[in-house]
């Protein structure tokens, strides 16, 4: 039984500006089931081509001119065909983009100045870790959203990254991850729907629509987590301490023409020395990993 993941992003502007990265796990031949449900679902009318819930909450784009109670009837056709799918597992991993930016920005080179580095490799360790303890064997494809200017920074370190797993979820990752687009992988959309939803329920615990409705997408085991400000504080110092050439590419040109030469390096079959500062600096972030996973799971 083969078993992809697909995860997708929503982002708040108030607050912390929390960004909440969802996911759902589902053996492949019942993903395939869900997206002709899903297809007919969207095909029903009044028919719209694709599901994005920004979109939906602002009634426009596909939802332009549609009424609030047609919206959420919609929205309930839809839930219904992720909820009869039954995903085996659903997660989800928030960040805060405010603290992320305040501490860890400004001593991380442009590009790894966002939280979706931190944010795509918490979800997928997040996955592996929690499969490798429940005994799963089979690995799992990893599929996220497309993120403009974001996907080939995030592409190029990240197997670095996954390396330093321990060995049983480091084998549940399908190397590499890759990225879709939502109008061609519907589970992205399911995953729009569960990331959405799980932020607005976060947000707004007082909207009984939402919250019936975020609870009602998610599968039975739902596994949830938060980088927390400690995590981040010690990425922040990690950075800025050990690699501080990093923090000379901070320019798109200067970021641009290194990540040419890094690209270059990976295909002449360059991997990161080890024994020296490189090494320190992945010991200390996988320690924080360690220490958050821990934590997360008392």
Same mark, same amino acid.
């Given at each position: 039984m083969d078993f992809s993941a697909y995860f997708d992003d929503s982002g708040s502007?108030? =607050?912390?500006?929390?960004? #909440?990265? *969802?996911?759902?796990?589902?053996?492949?031949?019942?993903?395939?089931?869900?997206?002709?449900?899903w297809s007919a679902a969207l095909s029903e009318p009044p028919t719209i =081509?694709?599901?994005?819930? #920004?979109? *939906?909450?602002g009634l426009r784009g596909q939802f332009a001119g549609w009424s609030r109670?047609?919206?959420?009837?919609?929205?309930?056709?839809?839930?219904?065909?992720l909820h009869r799918s039954r995903p085996r597992w659903t997660f989800d991993i928030s960040i805060s983009r405010a603290e992320y930016e305040?501490?860890?920005?400004p001593t991380t080179p442009r590009g790894l100045s966002t939280p979706y580095f931190a944010a795509t490799f918490g979800a997928t360790s997040m996955v592996a870790r929690y499969l490798a303890s429940e005994g799963i064997s089979t690995p799992v494809r990893f599929v996220f959203d497309e993120q403009?200017?974001?996907s080939a920074d995030i592409a190029l370190f990240f197997d670095y990254m996954v390396e330093n797993l321990d060995p049983v979820s480091r084998a549940l990752i399908k190397m590499p991850i890759r990225y879709g687009n939502d109008m061609r992988?519907?589970?992205?959309?399911?995953?729009?729907m569960l990331a959405w939803h799980i932020r607005r329920q976060s947000e707004s615990n007082d909207d009984t629509a939402i919250t019936r409705r975020s609870e009602y997408i998610r599968s039975d085991t739902h596994i949830e987590a938060r980088v927390p400000s400690y995590m981040l504080d010690r990425w922040g110092a990690v950075f800025a301490e050990a690699l501080p050439i990093l923090q000379t590419?901070?320019?798109?040109?200067?970021?641009?023409?290194?990540?040419?030469?890094?690209?270059q390096a990976k295909l002449d079959g360059f991997k990161?020395?080890?024994?020296?500062?490189?090494?320190?600096v992945l010991a200390k972030i996988r320690a924080a990993w360690d220490e958050f996973r821990e934590r997360n799971q008392r």
């Open positions: 502007d108030s =607050g912390g500006r929390d960004l #909440v990265f *969802a996911g759902l796990v589902n053996a492949d031949d019942a993903w395939d089931q869900f997206g002709l449900a =081509g694709h599901l994005k819930m #920004v979109e *939906a909450n109670d047609a919206r959420d009837q919609k929205l309930e056709t839809l839930a219904n065909v305040r501490v860890v920005s403009d200017g974001v992988d519907l589970a992205l959309q399911a995953a729009d590419l901070k320019t798109k040109g200067e970021w641009q023409r290194f990540r040419s030469i890094a690209a990161p020395p080890h024994g020296d500062e490189t090494e320190d």
